[in-house]
């Protein structure tokens, strides 16, 4: 569950820029302002759609854990759903810092040894976070009391 909060809030972050825009309601000089919940279901909608994403992620703090028990600290990639992912890691292995590269293409996962650097098959299943029952759109069509604390203007 904890890995799906945290693609949740990357895709809001990717879809706020063009629903949030088109959401907000301003009226004079004053602030925007949007509704969390129809954001939200905008972005789903917009999630149901999208063919591929870049991604960026850093916590402020804490890790997420991820495969072989890699505690994660940041990351970036690329998603395709429903079944593809190139993602290069920092994480935490018990008291190391190291760095991993994960592929998942269908039919077959790899990860880096951060020993030797050489991919090895992993399970990785990225479709869990694209399944309309359960996955990143659920959740954002199951929030409840979404609101929009802050807004920005991006690439005008």
């Known amino acids: 569950m904890r890995h799906r909060l945290v693609l949740l809030a990357l895709v809001v972050a990717v879809l706020a820029g063009g629903v949030l825009g088109s959401a907000c309601r301003g009226g004079g000089g004053g602030a925007p302002k949007a509704d969390g919940a129809d954001v939200l279901r905008r972005g789903a909608e917009r999630m149901d ?42 994480a935490k292995a018990g008291p190391l810092n190291i760095a991993v590269g994960i592929i998942a293409i269908p039919g077959h996962s790899y990860i880096t040894n951060p020993l030797t650097g050489r991919w090895e098959e992993e399970q990785v299943s990225v479709a869990a976070f694209f399944d309309p029952a359960t996955g990143v759109t659920a959740l954002m069509r199951a929030a409840t009391e979404a609101r929009v604390t802050g807004t920005e203007k991006v690439e005008g």
Request: hydrophobic share 40%.
């Open 49 to 90: 759609r999208v063919k591929s994403f870049h991604f960026a992620l850093e916590h402020e703090n804490g890790t997420t854990q991820i495969v072989r028990n890699l505690q994660m600290i940041s990351a970036t990639g690329d998603v395709a759903p429903p079944d593809r992912l190139r993602l290069d890691a920092k």
